[in-house]
């Protein structure tokens, strides 16, 4: 299987992870940590393939790299365990994930990692994961975690694999080429053949939006900060009621309150609404496969210039129903056939965008909200107290990615940022509070 993008440098990085924080206090048996974890996940490990899988990368970068199976899989080199000193405060925990997510993960292996953290505050403990953005998107993101979670304290019997894992042997030189040959040219005509309709349709999605120049945008910095925080999804829902729209909007909503009062602290409010934007799956049928990533974009203004809180919503609601029109109008394809479009070097891309007439930052941030399973879920027997995305920072997506995920009776905000533009990042927490306070009125 093919993996479209590729690309990593010093400063950016190819991979998503999640913090999830739990409470081992009802788990049975021995002191939960890495054994636990590990036992979990080498009885699992055939309900989620590309785990076992790696990345093969084609002669002389004659085609972009493919999955193919690991003939040398070793569990243990993905699982790990670190401890946080005293008091294991939640400042403490954000600076892990931020030094853990620094990293890029190994080409050579399966491109994914595993670390339980121990020595959080009230006897907690956590597991931060990361893997390979071509691997996964939010769906088949849900569809990994749903293998290694379950419902209830008690872990659910899971039938061994029909058979041992018998990986396929590796590619050779010779036939990579080939493969890389007949890729290069193929994906040439595709080049030309794709190139004109989707700077066009890409035209088509953005309308006349133009993101204002902010401290978010520019070039980052390899250093990250990571800060989290959750809200009541009862809460969530008496805004809903209250300003009207779906639970989305409301998420939305509180985010363009954040990103105002840290954009006005930092005197760099702009007079002209910020565009977030905001993955979208694109799968068909309703496939909820545990591999690959199948997404598109869908760009959206955030009215972070409107001084009143209800205002402000009510303008997110109705900016959101415009970007679901504009998104609509085009293909759900156009990401993907963006990518295919576009040629391998960034400067030679940069004029095909510059046609589409994207002038300066094409958006401000990314912005991404994930539903998950509305019931109580346990890790190896520790209860899942809170679920937060850590997600990618670039360049290009800007130096600020807010990701959410619904799952229970919790919706948990995770705020990832470059270190050098977004040294703050504590400071969104704080904002969402506030913002949740001002939009309950």
């Avoid at 193919?68 to 243990?76: E, H, I, M, Q």
């Avoid at 209250?242 to 409010?269: M, P, Y």
């Avoid at 977030?276 to 972070?304: D, Y």
Wanted: proline share 9%; hydrophobic share 45%.
């Amino acid at each position: 299987m093919r993996v479209d993008d590729h690309r990593e440098s010093g400063t950016t990085t190819g991979h998503v992870g999640s913090l999830m924080v739990v409470d081992p206090a009802a788990s049975p048996g021995a002191a939960w940590g890495l054994d636990t974890v590990r036992a979990l996940v080498e009885e699992r490990l055939h309900l989620a393939p590309v785990l076992r899988q790696r990345l093969v990368e084609v002669p002389l970068g004659m085609s972009r790299p493919y999955w193919t199976d690991d003939p040398s899989f070793d569990l243990g080199y993905h699982l790990r365990e670190v401890a946080l000193p005293a008091p294991g405060s939640d400042e403490q925990l954000g600076d892990q994930v931020a030094h853990l997510h620094l990293s890029a993960l190994d080409r050579s292996r399966p491109p994914w990692e595993l670390t339980v953290i121990t020595g959080l505050a009230g006897g907690r403990a956590a597991v931060y994961s990361k893997i390979h953005h071509a691997a996964v998107d939010g769906v088949s993101g849900m569809a990994l975690l749903g293998a290694m979670l379950d419902v209830r304290p008690e872990r659910r019997e899971v039938p061994p694999p029909a058979e041992p894992f018998a990986p396929n042997p590796l590619p050779s030189r010779v036939g990579l080429l080939g493969r890389g040959v007949i890729s290069m040219v193929a994906e040439g005509v595709q080049a030309a053949l794709k190139a004109p309709p989707a700077l066009a349709h890409l035209g088509t999605a953005t309308g006349r939006l133009r993101a204002p120049r902010t401290p978010l945008n520019g070039s980052v910095t390899a250093e990250r900060r990571f800060a989290f925080g959750s809200v009541p999804l009862a809460d969530i829902t008496n805004l809903r009621r209250r300003h009207g729209g779906t639970v989305n909007d409301v998420v939305v909503a509180l985010c363009t309150s954040v990103l105002r009062s840290w954009l006005a602290d930092h005197d760099a409010l702009p007079d002209r609404p910020l565009v977030a934007a905001v993955p979208v799956s694109v799968r068909r049928g309703g496939r909820k496969s545990a591999e690959g990533n199948e997404i598109s974009v869908m760009l959206t203004e955030l009215p972070t210039q409107v001084s009143e809180p209800g205002h402000r919503a009510a303008a997110t609601r109705a900016a959101i129903e415009c970007a679901k029109e504009r998104f609509a109008a085009v293909p759900p394809t156009l990401v993907r056939d963006l990518a295919g479009a576009l040629p391998a070097s960034r400067l030679a891309a940069r004029p095909l965008l510059s046609l589409a007439g994207l002038v300066g930052p094409a958006f401000n941030l990314f912005i991404s909200n994930v539903p998950g399973p509305r019931v109580p879920l346990w890790l190896a027997g520790a209860k899942v107290q809170s679920i937060y995305p850590v997600s990618a920072v670039t360049s290009f997506t800007g130096a600020l990615n807010i990701t959410v995920f619904t799952h229970g009776d919790t919706v948990d905000f995770g705020f990832i940022a470059c270190r050098e533009r977004v040294p703050d990042v504590w400071e969104l927490v704080r904002y969402l509070e506030d913002a949740v306070r001002e939009l309950a009125g």
